[in-house]
């Protein structure tokens, strides 16, 4: 796992080089920086007890909501979603709220799994998981807020919960998407009576859960009217139809699926990328760093930066199926789930089949808290598989 990281991280090194060495700022250094920081940070890690991440589950969720309370009070008509920090840095409290929420719903789950036939186990994770993602999609950072659902989802199937039960508790989200269509919402009703019906489940969490689809239905209406920024929802209406706005809102993908297919099968050469020495691809640096990759390397070089981020996550996964301590195990999956989740939908971001977010590619796009946040997770991870079977 280690070496497949480390392949990784100097891939991104070499990428984010490549993608500003002509631009002052030096990122590449920065990344260096970052990234020997968190390097840092997993030895600091491996030498603490294991039972002190159990311990500390729940006090660090709980101090990691003040900071996000910070950016939306203070930041409320800024577009900024950091905290300024002496010596230039600046710091994103959505991600060390990651780290502490993963820590908790993994302590949680462990103790006491989701039963839908017991609606007192399903409170507390939807407590948990509620007060995170609204306080994220607050500040406002719908992407960063999904990755919430995404390491949810994982835990909670991890921890028992089947395919269909988990259709179940999901399909507010997917009330949320298909309501302005009428007839695919009224689709998504009778499925959920369909499976309510043949899974028997109580009838007053099949009331909630018909409820809670009404109510996401008709609240998602108010909040794309009403809370959505005019950005956002050209960026959503721009994944439909890219050419509806070729020089604004669609404009990014547009050249980045350029930067892509202009790699062809084996790439431009290392710094020899027009799309991006001529300056045509916003950020890519961060958000758009695949492309770079794609356009320098080609579909031989992106195929090989997924492979290893397959073997990464495959690596993680038997953590978490081959270590019997259950807080460990969910621990690990949900570190592969918010890795995996943000891998598909970045590189799907640049090629089209997703819209336009801000989610960074994990080990590549330039960022410290992101960089940090991912290599502590592992670090915990590696220091939970030595030292947490007796937990």
Known sequence: ??????????????????????????????????????????????????KFFYAMAYPAYILTMFPLLYIIIFKANSVERWIPLPGGFNLQPSEITKVAFLLAMARLLSFQPIVLSRPKTVIAPVILFFIPFVLVLNQPNLSTALSFVAMTTVMAYWSGLTVREIFLLASPVLSVALTF???????????????????????????????TNIIAGYGAIFVWNKVLYQHQRDRIMTFMDPNRDPLGAGYQVLQSKVAIGSGQLLGKGYLHGTQTNLSFLPEEHTDFIFSVLGEQFGFLGCIFLLSLYMILIYRIVRIGADIRNRFVSLV????A??????????????????????????????????????????????NLKAHGQNL
């Not at 009224?186 to 099949?206: D, E, H, P, Q, S």
Request: net charge positive; charged share 5%; hydrophobic share 65%.
């Open 1 to 50: 796992m280690l070496i497949t990281l480390g392949l990784i991280i100097v891939i991104g090194l070499a990428v984010v080089y490549s993608a500003t060495w002509d631009e002052p700022g030096k990122h590449w250094l920065k990344q260096g920086l970052f990234v020997i920081m968190g390097v840092v940070a997993i030895a600091g890690i491996y030498l603490v007890p294991a």
């Open 332 to 335: 690990a999956v949900g570190v």
């Open 181 to 211: 269509h009428q007839v695919a919402w009224a689709v998504l009703f009778v499925i959920l009576i369909g499976i309510i019906l043949v899974t028997r489940i109580n009838l007053k969490i099949a009331a909630v859960l018909l409820l």
């Open 337 to 382: 789930g918010i890795l995996g989740f943000h891998i598909i939908v970045n590189v799907s971001m640049t090629i089209g089949l997703m819209p336009v977010t801000g989610l960074p590619l994990p080990f590549l796009s330039y960022g410290g808290s992101f960089m940090i946040s991912c290599l502590v997770m592992l670090g915990i991870l590696i």
